[in-house]
């Protein structure tokens, strides 16, 4: 596939923290893109993302046959970013991680689509027989393969960005509760750069990794649980302590949230995958299926957190160390004030 030649994509989920990095990329590169969402009347932000008619959000559902058939119809390329962290009626793991999996790789083959990138989490392979939704994860990514032999599929780990989800959740956790909840202290994570994720992405669609392929994206630092909930606390110039929490009474307390329509904390699948490392594995590292092995760089939490974890501290900017407020102090690596604008 010629990366230069501007080609028709069709994004799922193309409207959330990972899908606007990649629109933005790849509207960039001149493609055109339909951002595929149940509520496209929420998605007008990715309008900006490109010029004007380049980025066009429509409607689509991934328990709706027809919606997806719609959305792929005549697309180059198409990418899968859907998923949930929790269940709510219709929208369940199964439905969406599976089912919804396998009908947008079904969908997109029959509608003469040359590239299929899919979005998966790392472990799933590993956090299968103790969580649902890895389990979930797991037999969609079997679903898309069988349909579309040539999909490219990325397992991300916990990914950090100014919209994140855990990295701000836990800031903002850390000025409401006195401590923070520590459960699998142990447990091994490898935090990716949502913006690295988004090149992976982007080179795939463009033809430029091998297909057939899962390929592993974590950040160059592994840490605990624990010392990732301590460097929050760092970030956020917050002293709370770490209030350890056995998975069983982490469960009984997430139980009752669970009926609420936005569980504010953990559920009970999500305690199960805590105690499961999330990290890359040798086989991936040795065969070349990770960021590093794709020609990108991983992008490390200390060059990142800094740029937007200081909200959450006391006088917010105004408690920020004079190194991140003065722009000239990026001049040792003018590479990095480009990537925090980003």
């Known amino acids: 596939m010629d990366s230069l030649e501007p080609k028709l994509v069709t994004i ?5 923290f990972v899908g606007t990095q990649i629109v933005q990329l790849l509207a ?14 929420l998605a007008g932000h990715v309008k900006t993302l490109g010029m004007v008619g380049q980025v066009v959000p429509i409607q689509a559902n991934l328990r709706n046959r027809a919606s997806v058939e719609r959305a792929v119809a005549h697309a180059d390329i198409v990418i899968n970013l859907v998923g949930i962290g929790y269940e709510r ?58 349909a579309f032999p040539n999909a490219v599929i990325f397992r991300p780990s916990i990914m950090f960005g100014r919209d994140d989800g855990f990295f701000n959740l836990m800031g903002s956790l850390s000025r409401l509760l006195p401590a923070l909840p ?17 090149q992976a992405f982007a080179k795939a669609a463009e033809g430029q990794l091998k297909t057939g392929r899962i390929y592993e994206l974590g ?16 970030e956020a110039g917050r002293k709370n302590s ?56 991983p992008t490390a939490m ?8 200081y909200r959450f501290r006391k006088h917010g900017q105004f408690d ?22 980003i």
């Open 320 to 341: 920020r160390d004079a190194s991140l407020a003065d722009p000239t102090s990026f001049k040792a690596d003018p590479s990095h004030y480009e990537k925090v604008k």
């Open 219 to 234: 950040g160059p630092t592994t840490e605990t649980h624990r010392a990732l909930l301590q460097r929050i606390l760092r």
């Open 242 to 297: 770490l209030l350890p929490l056995s998975p069983g009474f982490a469960k009984f307390l997430a139980a009752p949230l669970a009926i609420l329509p936005f569980p504010p904390l953990l559920t009970a699948d999500q305690v199960d995958l805590l105690g499961v490392d999330n990290v890359v594995s040798e086989a991936a590292i040795k065969e070349k299926r990770t960021l590093a092995g794709i020609g990108i760089a």
């Open 89 to 146: 009626g219709a929208q369940t793991f199964k439905a969406v991680h599976t089912e919804g999996a396998g009908l947008v790789a079904d969908a997109a083959k029959a509608a003469g689509a040359h590239t299929l990138v899919h979005m998966s989490a790392l472990g799933v392979d590993k956090a299968a027989s103790v969580s649902a939704y890895a389990s979930s994860k797991l037999e969609g990514e079997a679903a898309v393969l069988a």
């Open 28 to 41: 960039n590169r001149g493609h055109r893109i339909r951002v595929a969402t149940r509520r496209p009347d």
């Open 182 to 198: 520590l459960i699998s202290g142990d447990t091994k994570f490898q935090p990716v750069y949502v913006g690295d994720v988004a």
């Open 12 to 16: 799922f989920g193309g409207s959330g």
């Open 302 to 309: 200390d060059t990142i957190l800094p740029t937007y974890m």
